[in-house]
């Protein structure tokens, strides 16, 4: 049997987000008077907000300033999200696999706001079987909950499902869950960086794995 189930993570995979996010949240540690380098932020970008902080200023800050950083991170991106735009093929992508006999669901801990956002950027609400948001988990990426959750909203197994993302905690959230990762190089991560973390092909933006469908839909159909 194919990977019959394909799961789509959404930021930096399908809607190109990654600097605006990382802006937002060197913004929001400046505003507490916290210096993160932004080139530093962006290393961590695809790991969850309730990890970020701690990964980024130390456990110190996360007890003092998390939640208010998390907030601040969240109004300052709500303020661009209109600057964002879905990568070039990216609903062709989807349309793609669903004619393939794919089952396609986005896989994000984004607000349910944002994810909202982007499935009418995508055009995507007749094409997809569904999406997570943060309501569907409570731990974010690296844990594999994210891809667990979005696995059991199609009723599908692990065996028969495959992961697409764009950083190296999405390939480690898919690993821990049991899903192999093919990854795109558009959320600004190497390619040995993403191999390192273990996806199984890497490329180069979603336009080119277009035309490497098998490595998503397998033998489905």
Do not use: C
Not at 139 to 153: F, G, I, M, Q, Y
């Amino acid at each position: 049997m194919g990977r019959r189930a394909v799961i789509l993570d959404v930021d930096g995979t399908l809607v190109d987000t990654n600097y605006q996010h990382a802006l937002a949240w060197y913004m929001a540690f400046r505003e507490h008077d916290v210096v993160v380098a932004v080139w530093r932020i962006h290393r961590h970008l695809g790991m969850g907000g309730d990890q970020i902080v701690a990964a980024l200023a130390g456990e110190q800050v996360e007890a003092e300033l998390g939640d208010d950083l998390r907030a601040a991170h969240d109004a300052l991106y709500l303020a661009s999200i209109q600057t964002v735009s879905a990568f070039e093929s990216a609903r062709e992508l989807l349309r793609d696999l669903a004619a393939a006999g794919a089952r396609v669901i986005l896989a994000s801990s984004a607000k349910p706001r944002e994810i909202e956002h982007y499935v009418d950027l995508l055009s995507a609400r007749e094409i997809v079987e569904g999406w997570t948001t943060a309501e569907d988990v409570q731990r974010t990426k690296p844990n594999p909950d994210l891809v667990l959750a979005a696995l059991e909203r199609l009723g599908e197994g692990r065996e028969d499902a495959v992961m697409v993302g764009d950083t190296p905690w999405d390939v480690e959230a898919a690993r821990r869950a049991g899903v192999p990762t093919v990854a795109v190089l558009t959320g600004g991560f190497s390619v040995a960086e993403l191999e390192d973390a273990g996806a199984v092909a890497v490329h180069e933006s979603v336009g080119d794995l277009r035309g490497h469908l098998d490595e998503l839909v397998g033998a489905a159909g």
